[in-house]
């Protein structure tokens, strides 16, 4: 089913996401689509904010009815699909170009109700402040790129869960790279079946079901 109808475009907002949550709340259905040029008080994951510039990004959210608890990482791989055969997936879902960030995912849900899948793609350029973490699909068509993003998110939510575990496996980012999560440190040891990441400690191998972990700096291949 295809997504992005109907649309809800803002010049200005503070998050679409919280418009989104609001709208769902409200009954709308699903496929609705929520975007803005610009977002004042854009919400990231833990808590962070995410910042929108003017007409330089995808800051999109959109309304789902029927998903499953795969949904983060299905649109981390829409978001994938999006960026190239050269973007990396940063379990669950950070999307990475050259090992800096292009994208960032909240998915925000009341479970069986109804989950907000808010997406910001970075698409024409990032401020150069950030440009030794962030970088961008250096395309110059927002709309097109959007798009291309929904159409993919539409195929990914939907496909079966063993393609969904394969394709990951194909981007992690984090396979054999040392990492670090507010519980210790480990390497990536994949993904197994449930889309659950596996780290390797020097006590046995654990998995990761949800939360964020952080890449270390010159880990290795
Ligand atoms: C992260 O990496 O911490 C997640 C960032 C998610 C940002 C997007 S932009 C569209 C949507 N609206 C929000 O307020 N947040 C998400």
Redesign the pocket.
């Known amino acids: 089913m295809s997504l992005g109808s109907p649309r809800l475009h803002l010049r200005s907002v503070g998050?679409?996401?919280?418009r989104a949550r609001e709208l769902a709340e409200g009954g709308a259905p699903h496929g609705t689509l929520v975007t803005a040029s610009e977002?004042t008080a854009?919400?990231?994951?833990q808590g962070?904010t995410?910042v929108?510039p003017p007409g330089t990004a995808i800051?999109?959210?959109v309304i789902l009815r029927e998903f499953d608890d795969l949904l983060p990482l299905r649109a981390g791989l829409a978001v994938a699909d999006l960026a190239g055969g050269a973007a990396r997936v940063k379990w669950p879902n950070?999307v990475l170009l050259d090992g800096r960030k292009v994208a960032?995912?909240?998915v925000e849900a009341r479970a069986p109700d109804w989950a907000v899948v808010?997406?910001?793609v970075n698409v024409t350029g990032v401020p150069p402040e950030v440009a030794d973490i962030a970088t961008s699909l250096e395309r110059d068509d927002v709309e097109g790129a959007l798009t291309e993003l929904l159409a993919a998110l539409a195929r990914r939510v939907t496909q079966p869960a063993t393609e969904i575990v394969a394709a990951l496996r194909e981007r992690d980012a984090l396979l054999g790279r040392r990492v670090r999560w507010n519980g210790g440190e480990g390497v990536g040891g994949g993904i197994d079946a449930s889309g659950a990441l596996l780290v390797e400690t020097g006590s046995g191998t654990i998995s990761l079901s949800s939360g964020e972990v952080h890449l270390l700096a010159n880990s290795g291949t």
């Open positions: 998050s679409t996401n919280a977002q854009g919400r990231g994951r962070r995410w929108t800051a999109a959210s950070d960032g995912i909240l808010g997406i910001g």
